[in-house]
């Protein structure tokens, strides 16, 4: 299985997962160019995307995502809530009722080789949802536009061999930045978004001997920097309550405008 961002941030967001018969999309939040670009370097297409796993309504996570389905009718799973606030975003245009395909939280579904873990998130979206993926054995998480975590997403997110986690923002920088005192409030609240600090703080609760990679990703452009994110949860994990060194981990920032290298799994 194969786990690639194609870009992820607060300005947008798309997630490649894959075997080698089956090739998911989650969220397409940047252009249709930019999808395929990111598809193209994969040695895929928009011909090849068995389904489009939408998390939740907000802009930065579908802006594209008429564009792709319409182009190469692809299914587009989603939660009923979603569903519903997509068809009313008059930016994403018509899409045939026919290509959505309802999911629900905690019951798991098939598509073709890969099987599918919707999980609850908290998070100001209608009815939003993060997705874990397995092949076989293999297991990853695509888990972003939490504003905490609790012992169930913990629960959820055990045994992971690869991963992609919120590391949205640094506390302080938001709280002394530009942003209006109600959107700090916003993204610091439980159904905001999670701060490099907390996201540090979840991976030490579900780190195991058989991690292969680790990618942080959702890093808000205005509230925080890469190296800021990468050093804040590397801290977390090294000085939490776990048996690991964060060295002991493959980890990478996954970048808002460029791909991040293939995670193959082995």
């Known amino acids: 299985m194969r786990l690639c961002s194609i870009a992820s941030g607060s300005s947008g967001n798309c997630i490649y997962v894959g075997s080698e018969a089956t090739h998911l999309l989650i969220d397409v939040g940047i ?8 598809l193209n370097g994969l040695g895929l297409t928009g011909r090849d995307v068995d389904g489009i796993l939408v998390t939740h309504e907000h802009a930065d996570h579908i802006n594209g995502l008429g564009v792709m389905a319409r182009k190469y009718g692809i299914p587009i799973y989603a939660t009923r809530g979603t569903i519903q606030a997509i068809r009313q975003i008059s930016s994403v245009g018509t899409i045939d009722d026919a290509l959505f395909r309802e999911v629900k939280a ?13 999980m609850k998130v908290d998070h100001d979206a209608a009815q939003p949802v993060a997705y874990r993926i397995a092949y076989g054995r293999q297991k990853v998480a695509v888990c972003t536009d939490l504003g905490h975590f609790t ?22 920088m938001l709280q002394v930045g530009p942003y209006p005192y109600p959107l700090k409030q916003r993204i610091l609240g439980d159904k905001g978004h999670l701060s ?17 990679a680790i990618l942080l990703g959702h890093l808000s452009k205005e509230n925080n920097m890469p190296e800021l994110a990468y050093e804040a949860v590397r801290m977390e994990i090294t000085l939490g309550d776990n048996p690991y060194n964060a060295g002991d981990f493959f980890m990478q920032v996954a970048r808002r405008s460029e791909p991040t290298p293939v995670v193959n799994l082995t």
């Not at 490099?196 to 292969?212: A, F, M, P, T």
């Open 31 to 38: 252009s249709g160019k930019r999808t395929e670009e990111g």
């Open 196 to 212: 490099n600090e907390n996201s540090g703080r979840l991976l030490s609760r579900i780190l195991h001997d058989k991690l292969q």
């Open 106 to 118: 905690d019951e798991k579904l098939n598509i073709k080789d890969l099987t599918i873990h919707p």
């Open 151 to 172: 012992d169930y997403t913990v629960d959820c997110l055990q045994g992971m061999d690869a991963l992609l986690l919120e590391a949205n923002h640094d506390v302080n």
